[in-house]
Structure formats: structure tokens, C-alpha cells
């Protein structure tokens, strides 16, 4: 972590240390306000937005500043007296059910109303951490410092982070539901992906402030969620930043459905969605009912590199290309970058006025 980023108050991956919970109140008050929000959901086009399903709480452990997360009569007849048996014992009373989760995102443009903390959730500070422990739930936190997981089946949810979030094999089944992921806004920030790399869900949630939302490997959910003011750095055609809010370079089992995806002007955008096969072939994906804004293009469709790792299985359904950073949503056109073989599939795409958006060719 760069000088910066500590000056702003981010720990280091793998810290422990949990600060005294210092009640806080959402929403996102560390960040700029959205409530003003007014987008409707007529301006999705012909997106068919995905309806998110809420995990079962099942409790919320947090980790201790040294050791790993962890964390019920009588009837009378003349002389005879006959004894009445003695009742069985009542039924002991049925445990209270568990509160149940923040509803998930059902569908509609992403906003600061239906991604990150639930609006009135009261907060409990503690300090970035590395998950060790499966199965750890952590709820309606404030996590001030990168968040490292090191165990299968981790669920944050209601809270906002301070930091990064990284997830690599062989650890999997990270869910992230509403939950906030700001950067500082910084320059050192452009150069980093807000979550990454494997085996994780995000549902809900409200990236900001880093210069990449999602660096995707492999077996990635992203769904319902809302990337937006995004940091540059320098120029690109040199040592600057290149971003992207959704970006990967190879790998397979990705789903991007019903996200609102906003890039910038700035010419370090490549992309909205940058699905590239520098590093391998883009393979068994989805994306459905999204609405990119930004870049050289808003799409990059799995095959910028011709001649090797084409990709397979590979649908590109029902997204909307929006007009409000150029009015052919990138700088260059809406989409590029399409294979046209092995069970690919694109369909139903269109700009935000409604015109229908072709599949694109392949290959630079």
C-alpha cells in the first residue's frame, strides 16, 4: 500500500485488529450523496434485470485483535383418596427466528437507494482484517482497512469498507451483499481493483473511488450493483492508469447481470466491461441487462487479440449502451471485439434511445 492510501487511513492486508465499535450511520457518509438520484427504470432500454437472492444470517462473527475470526387436586370418595399423575413438563418455547437480511436488489437501474448499506443501518467500527475462520459472517460493519479472505463461504453483508477486498484460490464462496467499497479518490487508487479475483459474489453493491471496480480470474458474480466515479492517473499512453469497471483478461463462470457500469471521459477508460483474451479465452459467461456509460468502447466483447483463445459459450444479452458520457456510449462506438463462433451468443442489445446494436467483429 503506497504512502498515500496510508496517510488516508488504510491498513495493510492481513491486519488483525479490531478498533472499539464506534457507532456510525449510512448512508455512505463517506462518500459524495446520491440520494438525488432520479434515473427510472424506462431508461434501461431492453435490460432484463436479474432478481438477487438474500443469504440466511447466520450470525455475525468478528475476529479479536490477536487470533482468527470465529464466532443455548385431588378427587374424594368417602375414605379412598385417588392421586392424579403428575403432569408432563410444557414443551420448551420454539428459539427466536433469526432477523432476516436486507432484501436484495429486484431489479431497476442500480442506485445509492438499492446498492451498498440499507439506508438507517447503524455501523460498528473495526479495522481492516484477514478472514481465516469459514463460514464467518460479518454484519452492519465499518471496516476501516483492506479485507483479505483466507476461508471458503464468508459473508459481508449491510456494511462499508474502507479498503480493498481480495479473494484468491483456493478460498471460495465470498458473498458481498449490500455492502459499500470506497477508495480514497486518490491517484495511487487508480492503479487498484476495488475487489478481485475469484470465487466471490457481489450483490448490491456500491463501488467507488478506486480505479478498477471488479478484476475477475475466474467463477465471479456480479449482479445488481453500481460502479461509478472511478480515479485516473496520468496518461495512458505512457505509465498512466487504464480502467475499467468490470475487467478481465481470461478465465471462465462469470456473471454480470443488471449492473449500472460508469465509466468517465478521461481517455484512461478502456471500458465499461473489458472481457479480454490476453491471458486465456473468455469462456461459460453471462452478460445480461446491464447499462454501460464510458470508455474508448463501453464493451469489449472476449476476443480483442485475433487468432488465439477464442472465446466459448460466451452470451451477451439484453444490455442497454447509454448515451449520457458520448452519445455512441464510447468514444469509439458501443461494443467491439465479438467471436461469432463456438455457441456465442449476442442478442436483444440496444442503445439507450432503442436502436438495436450489432454484434460487433472480432479481433485488432
Excluded at 462473527?61 to 464466532?71: H, K, L, M, R
Excluded at 480514497?184 to 473511488?209: I, K, L, M, Q, R
Aim: glycine share 12%; hydrophobic share 30%.
Amino acid at each position: 500500500m503506497s504512502a498515500s492510501l496510508t496517510a488516508w487511513g488504510v491498513t495493510s492486508a492481513g491486519s488483525t485488529e479490531a478498533s472499539a465499535a464506534k457507532p456510525t450511520t449510512s448512508k455512505s457518509e463517506t462518500s459524495k450523496d446520491w440520494k438525488n438520484d432520479k434515473t427510472k427504470n424506462d431508461k434501461w432500454g431492453k435490460g432484463k434485470p436479474s432478481t438477487g437472492t438474500p443469504s440466511t444470517d447466520s450470525g455475525t462473527t468478528e475476529p479479536d485483535s490477536t487470533t482468527d475470526v470465529n464466532d443455548s387436586g385431588s378427587t374424594e370418595t368417602d375414605s379412598v383418596v385417588a392421586t392424579e399423575p403428575t403432569p408432563a413438563p410444557a414443551p420448551a418455547p420454539e428459539p427466536a427466528p433469526a432477523p432476516a437480511p436486507a432484501p436484495a436488489p429486484t431489479g431497476g437501474v442500480p442506485s445509492a437507494s438499492t446498492t451498498g448499506v440499507p439506508a438507517g443501518t447503524t455501523l460498528s467500527a473495526m479495522s481492516g482484517l484477514t478472514i481465516t475462520t469459514p463460514g464467518t459472517v460479518l454484519d452492519a460493519r465499518h471496516i476501516k482497512g483492506n479485507v483479505t479472505i483466507a476461508a471458503d463461504n464468508v459473508t459481508i453483508k449491510n456494511s462499508l469498507i474502507e479498503g480493498l477486498v481480495n479473494i484468491r484460490p483456493p478460498y471460495k464462496g465470498l458473498l458481498l451483499q449490500r455492502v459499500e467499497i470506497a477508495g480514497p479518490g486518490t491517484s495511487a487508487a487508480a492503479y487498484e481493483n476495488a475487489v478481485g479475483y475469484s470465487n466471490f459474489t457481489c450483490d448490491g453493491c456500491n463501488v467507488h473511488g478506486w480505479g478498477k471496480g471488479f478484476m475477475m480470474d475466474n467463477n465471479v458474480t456480479v449482479k445488481n450493483s453500481w460502479v461509478h466515479d472511478l480515479v485516473v492517473s496520468g496518461d495512458p499512453a505512457g505509465s498512466g492508469s487504464h480502467n475499467e469497471t468490470i475487467l478481465s483478461l481470461g478465465g471462465s463462470n462469470f456473471t454480470i447481470v443488471n449492473n449500472r457500469l460508469d465509466s468517465g471521459r478521461a481517455g484512461n477508460f478502456s471500458a465499461s466491461i473489458a472481457l479480454y483474451n490476453q491471458w486465456g479465452p473468455i469462456k461459460d459467461t453471462l452478460v445480461q441487462g446491464n447499462l454501460m456509460n464510458g470508455g474508448g468502447y463501453c464493451l469489449y466483447a472476449g476476443y480483442d487479440v485475433a487468432g488465439k483463445n477464442h472465446p466459448s459459450n460466451l452470451r451477451i444479452v439484453d444490455n442497454t449502451f447509454g448515451t449520457s458520457v458520448s452519445p455512441k456510449c464510447g468514444s469509439y462506438g458501443p461494443a467491439v471485439a465479438f467471436y461469432s463462433g463456438n455457441g456465442n451468443v449476442w442478442s436483444g442489445n440496444a442503445m439507450q434511445g432503442g436502436a438495436a446494436v450489432a454484434a460487433p467483429k472480432g479481433g485488432m
